[in-house]
């Protein structure tokens, strides 16, 4: 007979948060499982939701604790309390890492940089004598040079392709991109 206060935790992690169909709990784990929920179920909550502020996150995340828990062999844990601690505060951090993430690339997506205003005047003007001098640079390469580089870091053709298509080892291309690469790089430098 299954405790009715586990029924919140062993249905969702048997059926949310694991791919395959796990094995039940034996029951002495089940029953362990039990007790620690009945425990720590509270301040787990409380812990959360005094940095989330989200009841349903706190929940959440509390559910992902004991998810972790019913994986782990009992007999390697040296503190349950320490570990369901642990295990919350990685969880957090693991949330704070992923809406860090999402947040930059939200930020960059709308093309903001930090510290950079992206309609400023002066960065335009910059911009335009970097493009001037990157063009400028790109008519004085060699031919052959110029068009390997277009075609692999503009075009986005295989090295190989490239070296196919021009009859060339791939050594040759290596060496022209790296020639059209230093060249660009002092010309945009040097800034004449």
Do not use: W
Not at 9 to 34: D, G, I, T
Not at 87 to 113: I, M, P, Q, Y
Not at 143 to 162: M, P, S, Y
């Amino acid at each position: 007979m299954r405790d009715p206060g586990m029924s919140c935790v062993l249905p969702f992690v048997a059926k949310s948060h694991v791919p395959s169909e796990p094995a039940p709990p034996r029951p002495e784990v089940e029953s362990q499982l039990v007790r620690l929920n009945s425990r720590f179920r509270p301040a787990l909550m409380a812990f959360f939701l005094r940095r989330l502020r989200n009841h349903a996150e706190a929940e959440d995340m509390t559910q992902d604790v004991f998810v972790r828990l019913a994986r782990v062999d009992a007999a390697q844990m040296k503190s349950a309390e320490a570990y369901i601690f642990q295990t919350a505060a990685n969880l957090l951090r693991d949330r704070s890492r992923r809406e860090k993430v999402r947040a930059d690339h939200r930020a960059l997506a709308r093309g903001e940089a930090q510290g950079v205003d992206p309609l400023d005047p002066l960065r335009f003007a910059s911009d335009r004598e970097s493009l001037a001098l990157l063009v400028a640079g790109l008519k004085e390469l060699p031919e052959k040079t110029r068009a390997i580089f277009v075609l692999h870091r503009l075009e986005n053709v295989d090295k190989r392709a490239i070296a196919e298509a021009y009859g060339l080892a791939m050594s040759s291309v290596d060496r022209h991109l790296a020639a059209a690469m230093g060249h660009l790089i002092a010309r945009v430098r040097g800034g004449s």
